[in-house]
């Protein structure tokens, strides 16, 4: 079992940046590919980005590739995704993600953090 919360959402300008954080508890953190979905008002959760047990491998949604970062510390057992350049549109609840393979958790995932809000407005 692992748990998993997630931090730093909350208003950000057009054109700005965001570090959201998730830390985990529970099984051992390296033992899992960590991803962040997220899930805008009326619409189905999509996939963001998803990083490998080693840290060595990444994947992002086109939607966010060149403006997203995921990255992991092992150390703080904690994965954070860096948004950098945000637009209205990646206005969502973010939701950690924790699972088996890197192209599992791309699609679905094991464990779910509760979320965190991100609002893009002016």
């Known amino acids: 079992q692992v748990h998993l919360v997630e931090s730093g959402g909350g208003l950000v300008q057009p054109g700005g940046s965001l570090r959201l954080s998730c830390t985990a508890s529970?099984?051992?953190?390296?033992?899992?590919?960590m991803g962040w979905f997220r899930q805008a008002p009326g619409k189905e959760r999509e996939f963001v980005a998803a990083?490998?047990?080693?840290?060595?491998?990444?994947y992002y949604a086109a939607s966010v590739k060149g403006r997203f970062t995921i990255s992991r510390d092992s150390a703080k057992n904690t994965v954070y995704l860096q948004m950098n350049k945000v637009k209205p549109e990646d206005t969502a609840v973010y939701f950690c993600?924790?699972?088996?393979?890197?192209?599992?958790?791309?699609?679905?995932?094991?464990?779910w953090g509760q979320g965190t809000q991100v609002t893009v407005s002016s």
């Open positions: 993600a924790a699972g088996g393979a890197i192209v599992a958790v791309t699609k679905n995932a094991d464990y």
């Open positions: 529970g099984r051992t953190f390296s033992s899992y590919a």
């Open positions: 990083i490998s047990r080693s840290g060595s491998i990444t």
